[in-house]
Nanobody
Framework: QVKVVESGGGLVQAGDSLTLSCGTS????????MGWFRQASGQEREFVAT????????FYADSVKGRFTISRDNVNKTVHLQMNNLRPEDTAVYYC???????????????????WGQGTQVTVSS
């Protein structure tokens, strides 16, 4: 059983920075594409960022491009989401997810991710 755990959420002001972290256990981290998604209250879950197994390929949602950076550490089995210049509209529960299947590129579709964390709340005040 693969377990995904996020950490690092909190309450910040607009313009601040925050880093989310995510780790997995019970599986082989370096075989997973890793993604971050978020869900604001009353809205559907949306893609934020993803990184390939080796970290060489990353994709971002247009809304966070240039402000957020996804990175991974395959030695420590963690993936991070560095969020800069946060805006009130970034307020959401942020989820980390793992795509374990081999032979394809990282995806922006939530349906491709098999293992999910419980989420961590990020609140940005204006």
């Amino acid at each position: 059983q693969v377990k995904v755990v996020e950490s690092g959420g909190g309450l910040v002001q607009a313009g601040d920075s925050l880093t989310l972290s995510c780790g997995t256990s019970g599986g082989t981290f370096l075989l997973y594409h890793m993604g971050w998604f978020r869900q604001a209250s009353g809205q559907e879950r949306e893609f934020v960022a993803t990184t390939s197994r080796g970290g060489g390929t990353t994709f971002y949602a247009d809304s966070v491009k240039g402000r957020f950076t996804i990175s991974r550490d395959n030695v420590n089995k963690t993936v991070h989401l560095q969020m800069n210049n946060l805006r009130p509209e970034d307020t959401a529960v942020y989820y980390c997810a793992a795509d374990p299947l081999l032979g394809r590129s990282p995806s922006m579709s939530a349906s491709r991710y098999k293992f999910w964390g419980q989420g961590t709340q990020v609140t940005v005040s204006s």
